[in-house]
Every structure is written in structure tokens, then in C-alpha cells.
């Protein structure tokens, strides 16, 4: 993902990876092949970001569609709706082949520090959370 490059090259610093950041996410189809740690980096760069919230100032109740192996994602959403249609997505496909996995909705609340961006373009109720952040016990 370019904005990583760019970034890190110091081509673009500031403003225009806050311009930048929540495009490249939404475009990317995985936002997750960057690795969290990059993505943590570039949202530190920017602090919160939205294209129609402030920031929180309450805890937030969020869920996400998974498998459980991928729970403490970074991408969650306001809307259950949302999520059980992430939850009931077709199979996937992995080393060539075709796998079902058993995914379900995931619920957390979470403190206002946690939410690093919001979402609304989609029709997603995005929420991106920093995964460090979830509960440990969840």
C-alpha cells in the first residue's frame, strides 16, 4: 500500500496522510495485508479521523463479523446488522482451496481512546479501533 511507502520515505507527512488515510482504507479490499503495525503508525500520524464523527467522548459499543481467530481486528462497526452480514460472508479461499469457517458477531465496548477513525461512507458504520486496546479478557 503506496500511503505506507510514502510515508515512512517521508514524501507525505502530516496533512496529507490525514487527506489520504481514510481513502486508502476504505479502497483496500484487506486493509489488514499492511499489517497492524503499520496501520497503528499512520493513525498515530494523523490522530482521529472521520469523514463524519467526532471523536468519541463516551465508551463505544462495537461488533464485528469474524472468525474467532480474527476477533481483535482493527475494523468494527456501530451497526449489528453490519456485522452479521460480514459474519454470513461466502467462504474463503486459502492455499488454493475453498474454506467454510465459522464466523459469528463479536461485541465489545470500548474507551474513546481505542477508536483511531470513523466511517460512514460505505454505509458501513466503520469504526477502526486499535486492537491493542480491546479488552484483554475478551
Known amino acids: 500500500i503506496l500511503i505506507w511507502a510514502w510515508w515512512a520515505a517521508g514524501i507525505i507527512v ?3 496522510v490525514r487527506e489520504r488515510i481514510l481513502p ?12 497492524t503495525q503499520r496501520w497503528l503508525k ?10 463524519s464523527h467526532l471523536a468519541p ?7 464485528r463479523g469474524a472468525v ?9 462497526t456501530t451497526d449489528p446488522i453490519v456485522a452479521e452480514r460480514f459474519a454470513a460472508r461466502r467462504p474463503i479461499l486459502v492455499r488454493g482451496r475453498i474454506v467454510y469457517r ?4 463479536w461485541q465489545v465496548t470500548i474507551p474513546p481512546k481505542a477508536v483511531l477513525a470513523r466511517i460512514e461512507g460505505r454505509q458501513e458504520s466503520e469504526v477502526i479501533v486499535n486492537p491493542r486496546m480491546l479488552p484483554r479478557d475478551w
Open 14 to 16: 502530516g496533512a496529507d
Open 24 to 35: 486508502v482504507w476504505s479502497w483496500s479490499e484487506y486493509p489488514r495485508d499492511l499489517g
Open 42 to 51: 499512520l493513525f498515530r500520524a494523523t490522530g482521529y479521523v472521520s469523514d
Open 57 to 63: 467522548s463516551e465508551p463505544i459499543t462495537l461488533y
Open 68 to 76: 474467532e481467530s480474527r476477533r481483535r481486528g482493527m475494523s468494527w
Open 102 to 105: 465459522q464466523r459469528q458477531v
